[in-house]
């Protein structure tokens, strides 16, 4: 009997109704059985968790998405930047998959219009994040056998 694989998928919940749409279009590609969610505060805790279950062993691979936006406050390159980098970081240090579904628009408005237009590009890109850690897998199975 072969175990399915587990999967984790870590969602930033600032704009967390157009972030939720990623997992949404995860799960067209991967059963929701066999993923656990996890929210976050923010982008820039993402890194951070991911690394924890990274080193729990329990998952083939992570997801993280979030939705960094400028608010005015702050440049939100780097933010996107460092989330980025920890992700990769993580990826690399545990060997585990670590996808980022994080975008960084660089002319986003908090109207209707926007907003659906960013809701289904998240579903599209938990999608694309999805197939990226089937290839993965695929892959990694076959240079292990």
Not at 6 to 17: L, N, P, V
Not at 28 to 41: G, H, R
Not at 123 to 137: C, D, F, H, S, T
């Amino acid at each position: 009997m072969t175990i399915a694989p587990r999967y984790a998928f870590i969602k930033a919940q600032w704009h967390a109704d157009i972030v939720d749409r990623a997992y949404d279009g995860f799960c067209e590609l991967i059963p929701a059985s066999q993923i656990d969610v996890f929210d976050v505060p923010g982008a820039f805790e993402m890194p951070l968790v991911a690394k924890d279950l990274a080193e729990s062993g329990r998952y083939a691979a992570i997801a993280c998405a979030a939705f960094v936006v400028d608010g005015g406050i702050y440049r939100h390159d780097f933010v996107a930047s460092a989330v980025v980098d920890g992700l990769m970081r993580v990826s690399l240090d545990t060997g585990v998959p670590v996808l980022s579904v994080s975008l960084t628009p660089h002319h986003y408005q908090e109207t209707d219009h926007h907003n659906a237009i960013y809701r289904d590009h998240f579903v599209e890109k938990g999608r694309e994040a999805a197939n990226a850690a089937l290839i993965i897998g695929k892959t990694r199975n076959a240079l292990a056998a």
